[in-house]
């Protein structure tokens, strides 16, 4: 019975949509969290009376014809990039992307890595850095000397030095924009690496044409809906039981016919 199968690869659909929700759902408190959605697609048909084929020698044409579906396929797990909200921290070198762009971070492997989190730190050289010690690009070094540093919107890193009075302008930060952000390539610790799909990166100055600004001592939070997942979650919890209750259905029919004397 194709029943029995159908209804198994509903059943593993939902079981993948649970997963991804509950993804979700663990990484609600994680800085710049992009929610995931999954899309289906259905399978392959099987034709047991081709639509548009002759029905007779006069040359009529079959209308509808019969197809018979044969379940459902898991397509595509795809990032939701929309601005999260943003809280304050207080911290100086905590910063938010307040519009499109990421923040790129040089990796030991020489590549650059993307990330909407800016929880960024100094290491002993004075370096901006991740909580990971990799450096953001373009490198940027605050004096030893500086009693105060100030970030502003357009990601100019200004330092007040001991005995002077003027700002000091030591770094410009960098962000980057891409042509398909979900074409991005998850890594893990809430970083993205380019791939075919994403297209090549545009780099820019914050709070220009197509990027958005910075703000200090703000952190953007992850972008995930409690109540909207939870929904989610309570739907595809009803269609799994409903496909295994195809599946149970099934199986009494089969039972039945070998019951036949």
Known sequence: ?????????????????????????????????????????????????????????????????????????????????????????????????????????????????????????????????????????????????AVDVTINASGEVLVKLEGTVNLSNVGQLQLATFPNEPGLQAIGDNLFLETPASGNPTTGSPNTTGFGSILQGFLETSNVNAVEEISNLISAQRAYEMNSKVIQTSDEMMGTLSTIR
């Open 1 to 145: 019975m194709r029943s029995l199968s159908i209804a198994a690869t509903g059943m593993l659909a939902q079981q993948r949509n649970v997963e991804v929700i509950s993804n979700n759902l663990a990484n609600m408190n994680t800085t710049g969290f992009t929610r995931r959605r999954t899309e289906f697609h259905d399978l392959l048909y099987q034709n047991l009376r081709r639509v548009g084929s002759t029905s007779s020698d006069t040359g009529s044409i079959v209308p509808a014809g019969v197809q018979l579906g044969l379940g459902v396929k898991l397509a595509a797990v795809y990032r939701i990039h929309e601005q999260g909200n943003l809280t304050p921290t207080d911290n100086t070198f905590d910063m938010a992307v307040q519009g499109k762009g990421f923040f790129q971070i040089l990796l030991p492997t020489g590549e650059t890595a993307y990330t909407r989190d800016g929880t960024f730190q100094l290491d002993a050289d004075g370096q901006i850095v991740t909580h990971d010690g990799y450096t953001v690009q373009p490198g940027i070094t605050v004096p030893d000397n």
